[in-house]
């Protein structure tokens, strides 16, 4: 199993970024997007389904943030609108089979990439 994100750099106030999750060796796994900054937790940020595509969002990226898949390429997506210096972390995708109720909770997921990093700066 591989999950590897993609996309991240420096971005102005504003901006937008789009993630990529290219992932290999999953099927029927929901896959979510997290993000940490420096010193903070990981927080939960996005999901989805891949069979059926059910999603989710944190309350901060509702309205900004856009997840998406792509089952023929095995990749999921991170569309970041409106980007504000809070942003600023880097990004993780993972991979859970967890019930649905439990997919904010990173520790119900079992892989993971490596993470991209997201500045948004001024």
């Known amino acids: 199993v591989q999950l590897q994100a993609s996309g991240g750099g420096l971005v102005q106030i504003g901006g937008s970024l789009r993630l990529s999750c290219a992932t290999s060796g999953l099927s029927g796994d929901t896959i979510g997007w997290f993000r940490q900054a420096p010193g903070k937790e990981r927080l939960f940020v996005a999901a989805?389904?891949?069979?059926?595509?059910?999603?989710k969002y944190a309350d901060f990226a509702k309205g900004r943030f856009t997840i998406s898949k792509d089952n023929a390429k095995s990749t999921v997506s991170l569309q970041m609108n409106s980007l504000k210096p809070e942003d600023t972390a880097v990004y993780y995708c993972a991979s859970t089979r967890v019930v649905w109720s439990g997919i904010s909770d990173p520790s119900q997921y079992n892989y993971w990439g490596q993470g991209t990093l997201v500045t948004v700066s001024s």
């Open positions: 989805i389904r891949r069979l059926g595509g059910n999603t």
